[in-house]
């Protein structure tokens, strides 16, 4: 069971990424997924979780309005578009797998994961 990170890379101020998270050796419709991110010095916080149909999402408070997470079952792969980004979104971001039935607030708030990625890295900066 594994889970692929990629688009991370360098972006100025209020610019825009798209980070994708493709599983390898299970099917996403099962988990419930989400979006991490660890800074320097900093605790691994969740940015973004989405229930296995979708249905439900949640956001931490410092990305709502400007991210949003998505999912494409029959690609087996999880999205995460960031818009106005800001230098304090700079981080290596972890993509994560949770039990179906983990409420998204539950997996983004006290890191109830099963499952994480290598994480990508994402640097905010003019």
């Known amino acids: 069971l594994q889970l692929v990170e990629s688009g991370g890379g360098l972006v100025q101020p209020g610019g825009s990424l798209r980070l994708s998270c493709a599983a390898s050796?299970?099917?996403?419709?099962?988990?419930?997924i989400g979006w991490f991110r660890q800074a320097p010095g900093k605790e691994r916080e969740g940015v973004s979780c989405i229930s296995g149909s979708g249905g439900s999402t949640h956001y931490a408070d410092s990305v709502k309005g400007r991210f949003t997470i998505s999912r494409d079952n029959a690609k087996n792969t999880v999205y995460l578009q960031m818009n106005s980004l800001r230098p304090e979104d700079t981080g290596i971001y972890y993509c994560?797998?949770?039990?179906?039935?983990?409420?998204?607030?539950?997996?983004?708030?006290?890191?109830?994961?099963?499952?994480w990625g290598q994480g990508t890295q994402v640097t905010v900066s003019s």
């Open positions: 050796g299970f099917t996403l419709d099962y988990y419930a």
């Open positions: 994560a797998a949770a039990s179906l039935f983990t409420k998204v607030q539950d997996m983004c708030v006290m890191r109830a994961v099963d499952y």
